[in-house]
Structure formats: structure tokens, C-alpha cells
């Protein structure tokens, strides 16, 4: 089972459109991690959600946290061709260890 | 600044020969940890390391051995490749905060 679930898998829009991608779990997290991977790169952090109800804007994209702290959400209003990429959500394994990973959403923005 | 590198880019093995592979960081990072992604399974955690001398199993260790024999550097062996070892391999460090840096990749075919 995987620990957390993204969705959609895929996701295709046209420019200025607007899009939300979600990742769930049946678990309680203390913090979530959102990243962007561009094709041939390691992914990048955007954002860390830490409180449940915690919503974050950067630019035009907007994280939230859910109040539960189960699950999280990226909205991205007026999406843009430099949006392109696949997003992953992530959540410490605990103490030193690495990150699990959600499998990601990838997305693709149409001029 | 070069933040984290890894080399080689790409490589090819046949079955049951073996590499390392390096990831080298400047930041004076404590934690390293070195991942694979695969389509389809997200990026999962191999082996991790605190500190300089000590390392740690992940989630997907078999096959795979570790040496963090200085600070900066951390190596990921495969002493007799197999063909399920292909993957894109990727290291990260962070510091004491939860901000993992990633490098860009190297992607391994084992045929």
C-alpha cells in the first residue's frame, strides 16, 4: 500500500487555465513537502506545510494543508508552459531518515 | 557553490559487473541520502548517512552498499549488477532543517 497517493497520474491543460493535484493518506503527518522535477533534474523543494488547516502561496501556486494533516493540495491559477513538470508530495520517514514519496502528478501546460 | 554533483551522468554496465557511483556535496550538509526512481514507483530511499563514517539502510538497500568516508562525499556501490538496478539513481543532503538538496541524476542501464 502506498503511503501517500497523488492524483491525478497525468494531467494535460491548456495556458491559463487553473488545476488542483491532491495527495492523500489514511496517516497523520507532522509536516508535507511539496517538489517540482524538470526533465533531466533532481527535485526541487517548494513548499513545507507543517500546521493542518495551513495554506501557502507562492506566486501563483497555492498549498494547503488538510486540517487533519492527512492529505494536501496544490492549486495553480492561470497555469503557464514554465509550470510543466512532475510534482511530488513527500513526508519525512522520521528522525535522520529520508523522504517518502508520493508517485507524482505529471503535468503538462499547452501554449 | 556548486551544491551536489554526482558523476558519473550515464552509464551502461552488463549484468554482474560493478561501480560506484559519487555524489559529492559543499554545503557542509550532515545528512546524505541516495535514491532510485523508477516509472511508475516514485523515488524510494536506498541507503542514508548522519555523518561522516556512518550510514544507514533505507527502504530498497539490497544489492547496494554505502561509504561515507569524508563529510562531503557519499558513494553508492553495485558490486554485481542486475538488470533491476536500472533506474535514475539521485543523491540529496540537507542540514539540520528539512530542506533536502538534490543532485541532478545519474541514469544507469544494466543490461
Known amino acids: 500500500t502506498q503511503l501517500l497517493e497523488q492524483s491525478p497520474q497525468f494531467l494535460s491543460i491548456q495556458e491559463g487555465e487553473n488545476l488542483t493535484v491532491y495527495c492523500n493518506s489514511s496517516s497523520v503527518f507532522s509536516s508535507l513537502q511539496w517538489y517540482r522535477q524538470e526533465p533531466g533534474e533532481g527535485p526541487v523543494l517548494l513548499v513545507t506545510?507543517?500546521?493542518?488547516?495551513e495554506v501557502k502561496k507562492l506566486k501563483r501556486l497555492t498549498f494547503q494543508f488538510g486540517d487533519a494533516r492527512k492529505d494536501s493540495s496544490l492549486h495553480i491559477t492561470a497555469a503557464q508552459p514554465g509550470d510543466t513538470g512532475l510534482y511530488l508530495c513527500?513526508?519525512?520517514?522520521?528522525?535522520?531518515?529520508?523522504?517518502?514519496f508520493g508517485k507524482g502528478t505529471h503535468l503538462i501546460i499547452q501554449p | 557553490n556548486a551544491g551536489v554533483t554526482q558523476t558519473p551522468k550515464f552509464r551502461v554496465l552488463k549484468t554482474g559487473q560493478s561501480m560506484t557511483l559519487l555524489c559529492a556535496q559543499d554545503m557542509n550538509h550532515e545528512y546524505m541520502y541516495w535514491y532510485r526512481q523508477d516509472p511508475g514507483m516514485g523515488l524510494r530511499l536506498i541507503h542514508y548517512?548522519?555523518?561522516?563514517?556512518?550510514?544507514a539502510k533505507g527502504e530498497v538497500p539490497d544489492g547496494y552498499n554505502v561509504s561515507r568516508l569524508k563529510k562531503q562525499n557519499f558513494l553508492l556501490g553495485l558490486e554485481s549488477a542486475a538488470p533491476s538496478q536500472t533506474s535514475v539513481y539521485f543523491c540529496?543532503?540537507?542540514?539540520?532543517?528539512?530542506?533536502?538538496?538534490f543532485g541532478p541524476g545519474t541514469r544507469l542501464t544494466v543490461l
Open positions: 513527500a513526508v519525512f520517514r522520521g528522525g535522520a531518515d529520508g523522504l517518502t
Open positions: 506545510v507543517v500546521t493542518g488547516g
Open positions: 548517512s548522519v555523518g561522516e563514517g556512518t550510514t
Open positions: 540529496a543532503s540537507r542540514p539540520s532543517t528539512d530542506t533536502q538538496y
